[in-house]
């Protein structure tokens, strides 16, 4: 019953019902759309808001122990792991070449910034504590899974290991990502500047942030229902796996949350990582570096399967589960 009550309430915040919208406005083939430059506008903002914030955040604690290091360290090793075991579940469940194996098992090793963002929001407006260095744990998991999903490819397909001139400039880029340096740098600054920057940036970084997720969240579900129709070509056990692999994900975060000592709130956190799946990082990292699998199939997995229902579904559910673990 109270995860029916969440469930209904995570449906019925503004974020959601804004992304129901854009998914509703792609099915009936409106002429609605967020111009591509302002999306990436405002992934900047949600970028910038959660790292300041989590950095300033982290500036009031007295004191974090151990634990930051021994969550950043987890972090690494889900990320860097998660696509040896997605890769051992499609090798097992599906026909799918191995290059694209290796790819798609590669994106859920990563993470989604928005899918984050969404946590974030649903914890504020449910008045649920989490640790601030948490929004420092995105960053980190983005790079691990992209050379955990190249490694892959190398192993069981070596005809794939000839790029060496695109590996090495996807190994400046994994170093100067700007999603990396902005979630990293933000939260520098905010842990530098703490309560006094907040102060002056406040009125920026706070309180539009809601409005901005909407808006973004619109322009995700118009995403979405274009990836949608890529799917019919696509095998369903393939499709499947993007339903399942987001519990394995989120089932080995709980367990390592529950390790470490987390809190309800990041452990919810910390689940939604390990659950979600890179729509933006790894499918650019692998086209590069990686031309020989089939990116019609696993970027609409990501985005068209695993997204929105991590987004809709998953994270009350997530929530729950940290609750009942650990409350």
């Not at 690494?76 to 694209?100: A, E, H, Q």
Request: hydrophobic residues 50%.
């Amino acid at each position: 019953m109270i995860l029916l009550s969440t469930l209904i309430e995570n449906l019925s915040s503004p974020a959601i019902l804004f992304f129901i919208l854009g998914a509703g406005a792609g099915f009936l083939k409106s002429d609605l759309y967020v111009p591509e430059n302002f999306g990436k506008y405002l992934a900047l903002y949600l970028m910038m808001s959660i790292g300041f914030k989590g950095g300033v955040s982290v500036f009031e604690l007295d004191n974090i122990s151990g634990l930051f290091p021994l969550t950043v360290l987890c972090g690494i090793l889900m990320s860097f792991l998660l696509p040896f075991v997605g890769y051992f579940l499609l090798s097992k469940t599906t026909k799918l070449d191995k290059p694209t194996s290796a790819a798609l098992a590669a994106q859920y090793g990563s993470i989604s910034i928005v899918t984050f963002a969404t946590a974030v929001n649903f914890l504020k407006q449910n008045d649920v504590y989490y640790l601030g260095f948490m929004a420092a744990i995105v960053a980190i998991m983005e790079a691990p899974a992209i050379i955990s999903g190249l490694y892959l490819a190398h192993k069981v397909a070596p005809e794939t290991n000839k790029h060496k001139k695109e590996e090495q400039i996807l190994t400046r880029e994994i170093f100067t990502n700007g999603a990396v340096l902005l979630i990293l740098g933000s939260f520098t600054i905010g842990l530098i500047t703490g309560k006094s920057g907040m102060d002056k940036v406040g009125g920026f970084l706070e309180a539009p942030f809601q409005g901005i997720l909407c808006l973004f969240l619109l322009d995700m579900g118009l995403i979405v229902t274009k990836n949608l129709q890529s799917l019919v070509s696509i095998s369903w056990r393939v499709i499947i796996f993007g339903i399942y692999m987001p519990i394995v994900g989120a089932t080995l975060g709980l367990f390592i949350s529950k390790l470490i000592g987390l809190d309800i709130g990041s452990t919810t956190l910390f689940i939604t990582l390990c659950a979600s799946s890179s729509y933006i990082a790894v499918p650019a990292a692998m086209k590069l570096a990686l031309p020989e699998a089939n990116s019609s199939i696993y970027l609409p997995i990501s985005i068209a399967i695993t997204f929105p229902i991590n987004v809709i579904f998953g994270i009350p559910v997530y929530f729950a589960i940290a609750e009942y673990f650990l409350g």
